[in-house]
């Protein structure tokens, strides 16, 4: 057991690499492999493919049908992503010195997360719906005449996305900020600063790489959004997403050639919402001064 | 002044996020047990019969049968396969090391509906396609990172210094895993085990994508009933949505004896 100390890197013997072998197999042949099948599936369309061809991107980009989920998954994820990010970010902010039944709050935020998508969705569409409690509280109290239309639509599909986005994108950036050194925050106060410059020069440049990453995961896990768009919204109209186009491709057409084709649009646009993450990132000047604090 | 007004924003928010929560689960609840329910506060009468009827009529039995197989091999796969690669992981530095990490990263980041298309184009073209062997090989794929990454610093709070004892004490390899490495970390499994159980049953992209109809999960079979909308009475599927619900808040009752609640959602500020 020569190996035990951590150092300098090294050659694995025989046992390390026996260890590692089951897993490191298993994420190649069931994770790599499928991913990289699809990519080349993708390039052979038709039922005898001939080659490789671009035909299924084509199609996909001349059917408006088609390319306008890109839109319209888009136009459910961006809202989505902003609107979680910032109010995690004012929750986690004011919480970062710790707050009474901390544990309590994290485990009651959790539970959403814990009870899935699924069941979220039905209860969103027994609750909001047009005869569920919160339109009778808003009808009953005279507050409005008419009954929201709060599922069914966009606002459904997003009220979904949020209750699974938030818990997530809070537990992270409260983790991230109240690691940040809190003498830094002291220092600003005992030269003058008040509570909005301390935010703005001096916590918010060191909160800035989290909320980038924060962004970015929670953006590429919107973008994927597929039962909450069916359940809680119009699947075959105004929340048709590119994750539901997909799936039709696969199981009701058949064509895994398209269907792959779309999933790697997909992932492309995944790919590109990140790189504009870290572009905007790296023009945020900033040196991470993570040390003692809560935890 | 404006500390206190931004204490009482919160503490609104958070009071607001806990009676939406609270709303939308209770409307199940209730819903559950109605006879009939339109767009009154409360149903006019009360009664048990749709969970008799989603028993006899959605399956239930053989669908409970698939999700506790599903979980239970998903657990104990994840483990065998995650825990010697964990103890690789913590005690060893080689080259390569951090693109091994970003290798079992990846399933953890991307979205199951990104790699789950062609996950499950590969398991239809192999025998086993949509057959519960195909689901539990498919939520493995996430679960084995999650389980490598749970399980490393469990790893890396037992000192070599044990090990090294042992083995100048004469004991064999063998031994020392028996012995001195299991035992603790017999926490870590727990840990990982209950993250592992609670993400199986209420995981539903993957699970959904590569079975068939044989091999659903509670969590499937109620996306299918409420999908089907109209044929089946609408309480009958919120009994058993409510029924999926006891199952997941049991377990999470369970798992919230060995993990923080911070736990359950995956972390990355330490990855």
Same mark, same amino acid.
């Given at each position: 057991?020569?190996?035990?100390?951590?150092?300098?890197?090294r050659?694995?013997d025989?046992?390390?690499?026996a260890?590692?072998?089951?897993s490191?197999?298993?994420?190649?042949?069931?994770?790599?492999?499928?991913?990289l099948?699809?990519?080349?599936?993708?390039?052979?369309?038709?039922?005898?493919?001939?080659?490789?061809?671009?035909?299924?991107?084509?199609?996909?980009?001349?059917?408006?049908?088609?390319?306008?989920?890109?839109?319209?998954?888009?136009?459910?994820?961006?809202?989505?992503?902003?609107?979680?990010?910032?109010?995690?970010?004012f929750?986690?902010?004011g919480?970062?010195?710790?707050?009474?039944m901390?544990?309590?709050?994290?485990?009651?935020?959790?539970?959403?997360?814990?009870?899935?998508?699924?069941?979220?969705?039905?209860?969103?569409?027994?609750?909001?719906?047009?005869?569920g409690?919160?339109?009778?509280?808003?009808?009953?109290?005279?507050?409005?005449?008419?009954?929201?239309?709060?599922?069914?639509?966009?606002?459904?599909?997003?009220?979904?996305?949020f209750?699974?986005?938030?818990?997530?994108?809070?537990?992270?950036?409260?983790?991230?900020?109240?690691?940040?050194?809190?003498t830094?925050e002291?220092?600003a106060r005992?030269?003058?600063?008040?509570?909005?410059?301390v935010?703005?020069?001096?916590?918010?440049?060191?909160i800035?790489?989290?909320?980038?990453?924060?962004?970015?995961?929670?953006?590429?896990?919107?973008?994927?959004?597929?039962?909450s768009a069916?359940?809680?919204?119009?699947?075959?109209?105004?929340t048709r997403?590119?994750?539901?186009?997909?799936?039709?491709?696969a199981?009701?057409?058949?064509?895994?050639?398209?269907?792959?084709?779309?999933?790697?649009?997909?992932?492309l646009?995944?790919?590109?919402?990140?790189?504009l993450?870290?572009?905007?990132?790296?023009?945020?000047v900033?040196?991470?001064?993570?040390?003692?604090?809560?935890? | 002044?404006?500390?206190?007004?931004?204490?009482?924003?919160?503490?609104?928010?958070?009071?607001g996020?806990?009676?939406? #929560?609270?709303?939308? +689960?209770?409307? *199940?609840?209730m819903?559950? /047990?109605?006879?009939?329910? %339109?767009?009154?506060?409360?149903? &006019?009468?009360?009664?048990?019969?749709?969970?008799?009827?989603?028993w006899?009529n959605?399956?239930l039995?053989?669908?409970?049968?698939?999700?506790?197989?599903?979980?239970?091999?998903?657990?104990?796969?994840a483990?065998?396969?995650?825990?010697?690669?964990?103890?690789?992981?913590?005690?060893?530095?080689?080259?390569?090391?951090?693109?091994?990490?970003?290798?079992?990263?990846?399933?953890?980041?991307?979205?199951?509906?990104?790699?789950?298309?062609?996950?499950a184009?590969?398991?239809?073209?192999?025998?086993?396609?949509?057959t519960?062997?195909?689901?539990? #090989?498919?939520?493995l +794929?996430?679960? *084995?990172?999650?389980?490598? /990454?749970v399980?490393?610093? %469990?790893?890396?709070?037992?000192? &070599?210094?044990?090990?090294?004892?042992?083995?100048?004490?004469?004991?064999?390899?063998?031994?020392?895993?028996?012995?001195?490495?299991?035992?603790?970390?017999?926490?870590?499994?727990?840990?990982?085990?209950?993250?592992?159980?609670?993400?199986?049953?209420?995981?539903?992209?993957?699970?959904?994508?590569?079975?068939?109809?044989?091999?659903?999960?509670?969590?499937?079979?109620?996306?299918?009933?409420v999908?089907?909308?109209?044929?089946?009475?609408?309480?009958?599927?919120?009994?058993?949505a409510?029924?999926y619900?006891?199952?997941?808040?049991?377990?999470? #009752?369970?798992?919230?004896?060995?993990?923080?609640?911070?736990?359950?959602?995956?972390?990355?500020?330490?990855?």
């Amino acid at each position: 057991m020569r190996g035990l100390r951590r150092g300098e890197p090294r050659e694995l013997d025989l046992m390390a690499v026996a260890c590692l072998a089951p897993s490191v197999l298993y994420v190649v042949l069931m994770f790599v492999y499928p991913f990289l099948r699809g990519i080349y599936l993708s390039l052979r369309p038709g039922k005898e493919p001939v080659g490789l061809s671009l035909a299924n991107y084509v199609a996909f980009f001349s059917d408006e049908w088609q390319y306008g989920t890109i839109w319209i998954t888009f136009s459910l994820a961006v809202p989505t992503t902003i609107v979680v990010v910032a109010t995690a970010l004012f929750l986690a902010y004011g919480m970062r010195r710790g707050i009474r039944m901390e544990r309590t709050i994290t485990t009651i935020l959790v539970l959403p997360v814990s009870l899935g998508v699924i069941l979220l969705s039905i209860g969103i569409q027994g609750f909001y719906g047009t005869r569920g409690w919160f339109n009778q509280l808003l009808v009953g109290s005279g507050l409005i005449s008419e009954p929201l239309r709060l599922t069914n639509n966009h606002t459904g599909v997003m009220l979904s996305l949020f209750m699974q986005q938030f818990p997530f994108c809070f537990l992270m950036l409260l983790g991230y900020i109240s690691g940040i050194d809190p003498t830094l925050e002291k220092s600003a106060r005992t030269l003058g600063a008040g509570s909005w410059t301390v935010f703005r020069r001096v916590m918010f440049p060191l909160i800035a790489p989290g909320l980038a990453i924060a962004f970015a995961l929670v953006f590429v896990m919107s973008f994927a959004v597929f039962p909450s768009a069916i359940l809680l919204g119009q699947p075959a109209g105004s929340t048709r997403t590119i994750a539901i186009a997909a799936y039709h491709q696969a199981f009701e057409h058949y064509d895994m050639s398209y269907a792959s084709a779309i999933a790697v649009i997909m992932g492309l646009c995944q790919l590109a919402g990140l790189v504009l993450i870290v572009l905007v990132r790296q023009r945020m000047v900033l040196a991470p001064t993570m040390g003692v604090g809560k935890r | 002044m404006r500390g206190r007004l931004w204490h009482l924003a919160l503490y609104i928010f958070v009071l607001g996020f806990i009676l939406n #929560l609270l709303g939308i +689960v209770t409307h *199940v609840t209730m819903s559950a /047990f109605a006879k009939r329910w %339109f767009g009154t506060p409360l149903p &006019p009468q009360f009664t048990t019969d749709w969970f008799v009827y989603a028993w006899n009529n959605f399956d239930l039995d053989r669908v409970l049968t698939v999700t506790v197989t599903v979980a239970l091999a998903v657990v104990a796969l994840a483990l065998a396969i995650a825990y010697p690669a964990a103890y690789i992981l913590a005690r060893r530095n080689f080259r390569g090391k951090a693109l091994l990490l970003l290798l079992y990263f990846l399933p953890l980041v991307i979205p199951q509906m990104t790699y789950g298309i062609s996950l499950a184009t590969t398991l239809y073209g192999w025998p086993i396609g949509g057959t519960i062997v195909a689901v539990i #090989l498919a939520n493995l +794929v996430p679960m *084995v990172p999650l389980a490598i /990454f749970v399980l490393i610093p %469990f790893f890396e709070q037992v000192s &070599p210094n044990l090990e090294w004892g042992a083995q100048t004490l004469g004991a064999s390899r063998a031994q020392i895993f028996r012995r001195i490495l299991l035992p603790l970390t017999i926490p870590g499994l727990l840990t990982a085990g209950v993250l592992i159980l609670v993400n199986t049953v209420s995981n539903f992209e993957l699970t959904f994508l590569v079975s068939g109809s044989g091999s659903q999960t509670l969590v499937v079979a109620l996306f299918y009933n409420v999908f089907a909308g109209g044929v089946r009475p609408v309480y009958s599927v919120d009994a058993m949505a409510l029924m999926y619900m006891t199952t997941v808040l049991v377990l999470l #009752l369970i798992a919230l004896r060995f993990v923080r609640p911070t736990q359950m959602v995956f972390r990355l500020d330490r990855a």
